[in-house]
């Protein structure tokens, strides 16, 4: 291995580090927590070695985010592939949506609340976020109706599901009805 080999692989051990390490704090104590100062200090480095990998938090909020899109994806997709049929599927796809952002709220505010400079519904979104909202439409494509275009349809489901999932962590809604709103969601959304 090569002198410039080996010090990319360091590099990308430090870069994963610093968003594990901010993914860590946020979810412990929020997002003001994480400051670079006290990345800095968490993982034993300087500021100047943390703002090598990252110009602030803004990135590093946007590096956790893209991280969190991959999670989502694969979730949602593991969700749906045991799934039987087009009903169970979308189901499927909602529970695992609301489960991701029940159990990652650091992570899902990283994805859809803040600013992590990262461009959404645009040529130049990056590819985990594209493929997050791929992996919505792989299920609910199916079930938009005639003459609804999928992507379209997609959006109109997951700002529902996103309405729902903050308006449950704000405590806005009865819990007891979490799996009702499920249903209804998708008997009245979806095409069966």
């Known amino acids: 291995m090569s002198v410039q080999e ?15 390490t901010a993914r860590e704090l946020a979810e412990q104590q929020g ?7 006290r990345l800095a200090e968490r993982i034993e480095y300087s500021q100047p070695v943390l703002y090598s ?10 590096a956790v985010a893209l991280e969190g899109a991959a999670e989502m994806a694969a979730a949602v997709r593991a969700a749906t592939s045991v799934a039987d049929g087009p009903r169970a599927r979308v189901v499927a796809l909602a ?10 709220p650091a992570v899902y505010d990283a994805l859809f609340q803040l ?15 594209k493929d ?26 997951w700002a529902s599901l996103h309405g729902i999932a903050t308006l ?5 809604l009865l819990p007891e009805y979490a ?9 009245r959304l979806a095409v069966l």
């Open 179 to 187: 799996e009702q709103r499920v249903e209804l969601l998708v008997d």
């Open 168 to 172: 449950t962590r704000a405590g806005r």
């Open 31 to 37: 997002w003001d927590a994480v400051t670079t100062r």
């Open 53 to 62: 990998h990252f110009r602030g938090k803004r990135e590093i909020i946007g």
């Open 95 to 104: 529970r695992a949506y609301l489960d991701f952002a029940a159990r990652n």
């Open 132 to 157: 997050a909202f791929a992996a919505l439409m792989e299920s609910l494509a199916e079930v938009a109706g005639d003459g609804v275009e999928p992507g379209l349809f997609t959006e109109v489901f």
């Open 6 to 20: 080996r010090k990319a692989r360091e590099r990308a051990v430090r870069e994963r580090l610093i968003v594990a």
């Open 115 to 129: 600013d992590g400079g990262l461009a959404y519904a645009q040529e130049d979104t990056p590819e985990p976020l």
